[in-house]
């Protein structure tokens, strides 16, 4: 009497669920008499057989089932599934769908993969998430170099500590939540929490994204390009965030490198698609930030260009005409006698301010 072993794979490919019956032919169907009961609306109280054939094949018979049985090499294939319409000779290892339900038949005598040695080596990641300390104190080491490196840019900006102090203890609870959700999806999924090496990728991830900050805010200010310095931090915090969301998945989920590698790519291009439409969207509106050349103090690296005074003073008058444009162009449209009075402010060179 041979062996005959059947894997019914759920429909999220998460659950997988075998069973050893020692026959060598197998009933499948809805009802309590089957050998393989499935719960399945589109199951037929005894829809398929299946029996042992020669040299470890298996034979499926289609029991006149309504919805039939239909047999592929590829879970990730089933628009390419076969229909049978009589007894079908398949290989040990061939799926089959019956209903809704996908499930793997195997030989007893099906040979699989061989084992895998037990590395004595620990990972990266094993020694990446043991103590969450460390990260702790990284994150306030590279919080106090910023604040120091944003003191040399913007000497005259009203920073009060109090203030510095709570945004960046928000951001550890956004750290530490976020960290928490991925170990909860671990926890389903693969049943392990794994919070540690969660939070130590959380935080590896905001360590890196200071620098890259100002990576491209000195790249902007070397070649007083505003674009290079928006475009450089877009790439590279797009690679940060792909390379965030493929650690998180690969210690959270079951899926495969390559699925992990795209979802993690396709979710941050999206979020640059949404943002450059954004910038075009909003390019004519007032930036609040003073250009490269306006800033009364540059930091350390000195730019490749340098504006002088009078160059200053030709982009700002080209600012206000700008804004006297608009305003004539609003008072064509729309008579109103507020904008009169702020017409006047800009053609009247010595404004009276009460």
């Known amino acids: 009497m041979g062996k005959i072993i059947v894997e019914i794979i759920s429909s999220a490919k998460i659950k997988r669920e075998l069973h050893i019956l020692d026959k060598d032919s197998i009933a499948i169907g809805r009802?309590?008499?089957?050998?393989?009961?499935?719960?399945?609306?589109?199951?037929?109280?005894v829809h398929v057989r299946i029996s042992c054939g020669?040299?470890?094949?298996?034979?499926?018979?289609?029991?006149?089932?309504?919805?039939?049985?239909?047999?592929?090499?590829?879970?990730?294939?089933l628009k390419l599934?076969?229909?049978?319409?009589?007894?079908?000779?398949?290989?040990?290892?061939?799926?089959?769908?019956?209903?809704?339900?996908?499930?793997?038949?195997?030989h007893s005598s099906h040979k699989i993969l061989p084992v895998k040695p037990i590395s004595k080596?620990?990972?990266?990641?094993?020694?990446?998430?043991?103590?969450?300390?460390?990260?702790?104190?990284?994150?306030?080491?590279?919080?106090?170099?910023?604040?120091?490196?944003?003191?040399l840019y913007y000497p005259f900006t009203d920073n009060p500590?109090?203030?510095?102090?709570?945004?960046?203890?928000?951001?550890?609870?956004?750290?530490?939540?976020?960290?928490?959700?991925w170990a909860l999806i671990g926890r389903f999924i693969r049943h392990r929490y794994r919070?540690?090496?969660?939070?130590?990728?959380?935080?590896?991830?905001?360590?890196?994204?200071?620098?890259?900050?100002?990576?491209?805010?000195?790249?902007?200010?070397?070649?007083?390009?505003?674009?290079?310095?928006?475009?450089?931090?877009?790439?590279?915090?797009?690679?940060?965030?792909?390379?965030?969301l493929f650690l998180h998945k690969t210690y959270a989920t079951h899926l495969k490198f390559q699925t992990r590698m795209i979802l993690a790519i396709s979710i941050p291009v999206s979020l640059i698609a949404i943002s450059l439409m954004g910038t075009i969207a909003f390019q004519g509106q007032f930036r609040s930030e003073p250009p490269y050349y306006a800033r009364l103090k540059p930091p350390i690296v000195k730019p490749l260009k340098v504006y002088?005074?009078?160059?200053?003073?030709?982009?700002?008058?080209?600012?206000?005409?700008?804004?006297?444009?608009?305003?004539?162009?609003?008072?064509?449209?729309?008579?109103?006698?507020?904008l009169e009075d702020q017409n006047s402010f800009f053609l009247d060179p010595e404004p009276k301010i009460d």
């Not at 020669?54 to 879970?75: A, F, M, W, Y």
């Not at 094993?126 to 990284?138: E, P, V």
């Not at 500590?161 to 959700?181: H, K, P, R, Y």
Request: charged share 20%; aromatic share 12%.
């Open 195 to 244: 919070f540690r090496v969660h939070f130590a990728i959380s935080c590896f991830f905001v360590i890196l994204l200071i620098p890259i900050i100002n990576i491209s805010g000195f790249l902007g200010f070397i070649f007083m390009n505003r674009a290079l310095e928006i475009w450089s931090f877009v790439i590279l915090l797009g690679s940060l965030t792909a390379l965030l």
């Open 54 to 77: 020669e040299n470890q094949s298996l034979i499926v018979e289609d029991l006149n089932s309504r919805n039939g049985v239909s047999t592929l090499k590829n879970e990730n294939h």
């Open 308 to 338: 002088n005074l009078d160059d200053y003073f030709v982009n700002m008058d080209k600012t206000f005409k700008k804004a006297k444009d608009k305003l004539d162009e609003m008072d064509s449209t729309e008579p109103d006698e507020n």
């Open 121 to 151: 080596e620990k990972s990266f990641l094993y020694y990446f998430g043991r103590s969450s300390t460390h990260w702790i104190i990284g994150l306030i080491g590279v919080i106090l170099i910023n604040y120091i490196n944003g003191w």
């Open 31 to 45: 009802g309590y008499d089957n050998d393989v009961i499935l719960s399945d609306s589109y199951v037929d109280s």
């Open 161 to 181: 500590t109090n203030q510095i102090i709570f945004g960046e203890l928000l951001g550890l609870v956004g750290i530490v939540v976020w960290a928490g959700i």
């Open 81 to 106: 599934a076969k229909r049978i319409s009589e007894s079908t000779q398949i290989d040990s290892g061939d799926l089959i769908l019956i209903g809704n339900t996908l499930i793997r038949v195997f």
